[in-house]
């Protein structure tokens, strides 16, 4: 850059000094970076919001407090001492067009201030990045390919596009890294009977390593649906009456629970009795109150391994789909057709 850019502050609550040491990242490598004392002296204005009660509630009041006539940085303070502490995406809740972006952090007073966690150093790198590309390419950050006039043909048309893919990318690297540690596979439990915490059980081995699955209060919020039904009369009819119990909507994962004390009992395979195209996976396990749930056996070990691959593809799927909407959203799809087709 030719220029520092020059900030303005805003803290619209008590960060702890979290904006000092949000800055100091930011500046830290670079030294671009410059605070002033007035708005009308900014670049752009670097906004710090604590959420003291409601998110949105919150981020409304502070965009009040924020002056208007340059471009803001909103960077939402959420108080945790959790560094894996999951978030809602606040951009959604900003309604202030001149706010170009919008970051959530974490921040605690155990840790004075910023806590040390990836979502903290991908909001840093996120920032860092678009104000470094700022001057030159503007709030939108498109990455336009030449008009029709001036493609190149062939095969340099092709390296044009793969040129303007890596570039969009390596730009908004920060905001890929952020939402891949945000993007926590998010389960809705139904307990279609008494599973004796089998359920609670299951989840805790199924998360033991990855810690990437998190629980919500309802389908609507949920990437997928984690069903459990005990068996208490017939498989086939308690399978039936379990599905009418799951909502719709959303992919589920069926585990079906077989009242045993037998580590070595032999049970049918339940995927063959169920009939709803949404249900993406059915494993079958043992249970018994003898062992408080959950029975330690090669059978449920082999559920919960298929479970956690099923998972993990499903959390793989919707990030890589994350990355192409967000490549076909910078570079429009006609320019991409033009440059292989010519």
């Given at each position: 850059?030719?220029?520092?850019?020059?900030?303005?502050?805003?803290?619209?609550?008590?960060?702890?000094?979290?904006?000092?040491?949000?800055?100091?990242?930011?500046?830290?490598?670079?030294?671009?970076?410059?605070?002033?004392?007035?708005?009308?002296?900014?670049?752009?204005?670097?906004?710090?919001?604590?959420?003291?009660?409601?998110?949105?509630?919150?981020?409304?009041?502070?965009?009040?407090?924020?002056?208007?006539?340059?471009?803001?940085?909103?960077?939402?303070?959420?108080?945790?001492?959790?560094?894996?502490?999951?978030?809602?995406?606040?951009?959604?809740?900003?309604?202030?067009?001149?706010?170009?972006?919008?970051?959530?952090?974490?921040?605690?007073?155990?840790?004075?201030?910023?806590l040390e966690c990836p979502r903290n150093d991908a909001a840093a790198s996120?920032?860092?990045?678009?104000?470094?590309?700022?001057?030159?390419?503007?709030?939108?950050?498109?990455?336009?390919?030449?008009?029709?006039?001036?493609?190149?043909?062939?095969?340099?048309?092709?390296?044009?596009?793969?040129?303007?893919?890596?570039?969009?990318?390596?730009?908004?690297?920060?905001?890929?890294?952020?939402?891949?540690?945000?993007?926590?596979?998010?389960?809705?439990?139904?307990?279609?009977?008494?599973?004796?915490?089998?359920?609670?059980?299951?989840?805790?081995?199924?998360?033991?390593?990855?810690?990437?699955?998190?629980?919500?209060?309802?389908?609507?919020?949920?990437?997928?649906?984690?069903?459990?039904?005990?068996?208490?009369?017939?498989?086939?009819?308690?399978?039936?009456?379990?599905?009418?119990?799951?909502?719709?909507?959303?992919?589920?994962?069926?585990?079906?629970?077989?009242?045993?004390?037998?580590?070595?009992?032999?049970?049918?395979?339940?995927?063959?009795?169920?009939?709803?195209?949404?249900?993406?996976?059915?494993?079958?396990?043992l249970f018994h109150e003898s062992q408080r749930g959950l029975l330690e056996?090669?059978?449920?070990?082999?559920?919960?391994?298929?479970?956690?691959?099923?998972?993990?593809?499903?959390?793989?799927?919707?990030?890589?789909?994350?990355?192409?909407?967000?490549?076909?959203?910078?570079?429009?799809?006609?320019?991409?057709?033009?440059?292989?087709?010519?």
């Amino acid at each position: 850059m030719a220029h520092k850019m020059k900030y303005y502050t805003v803290e619209t609550g008590n960060t702890l000094d979290s904006h000092i040491q949000f800055m100091r990242r930011l500046n830290n490598t670079t030294r671009c970076f410059t605070e002033v004392k007035s708005p009308v002296e900014s670049d752009v204005i670097m906004a710090f919001c604590p959420i003291v009660s409601r998110t949105g509630t919150d981020i409304e009041a502070a965009l009040q407090q924020i002056p208007t006539g340059k471009d803001v940085l909103l960077v939402v303070l959420h108080h945790t001492f959790n560094p894996d502490y999951t978030v809602p995406d606040s951009s959604r809740l900003v309604t202030r067009s001149d706010v170009i972006l919008t970051v959530d952090c974490l921040f605690h007073e155990s840790q004075g201030g910023l806590l040390e966690c990836p979502r903290n150093d991908a909001a840093a790198s996120r920032v860092l990045r678009k104000l470094n590309i700022q001057p030159k390419i503007g709030a939108e950050e498109q990455i336009r390919i030449p008009e029709q006039g001036n493609m190149l043909t062939g095969h340099s048309g092709i390296l044009v596009v793969i040129q303007s893919c890596v570039t969009v990318l390596w730009q908004n690297l920060g905001s890929m890294l952020e939402h891949r540690v945000e993007h926590k596979m998010k389960y809705y439990t139904v307990e279609t009977g008494n599973t004796l915490d089998s359920h609670i059980q299951f989840m805790r081995q199924v998360n033991n390593t990855t810690r990437c699955f998190t629980e919500v209060e309802s389908p609507v919020e949920s990437d997928v649906i984690m069903a459990f039904c005990p068996i208490v009369s017939r498989t086939g009819t308690d399978i039936e009456a379990a599905l009418q119990q799951i909502p719709t909507g959303k992919d589920v994962i069926l585990v079906v629970l077989h009242h045993t004390f037998n580590p070595d009992s032999t049970v049918p395979d339940s995927s063959r009795l169920v009939t709803r195209s949404d249900v993406i996976i059915t494993v079958d396990c043992l249970f018994h109150e003898s062992q408080r749930g959950l029975l330690e056996c090669p059978h449920n070990d082999a559920a919960v391994k298929q479970i956690r691959q099923k998972l993990d593809m499903t959390r793989s799927r919707c990030y890589v789909a994350w990355i192409l909407n967000f490549v076909m959203i910078h570079i429009p799809l006609q320019d991409l057709f033009l440059a292989i087709y010519l």
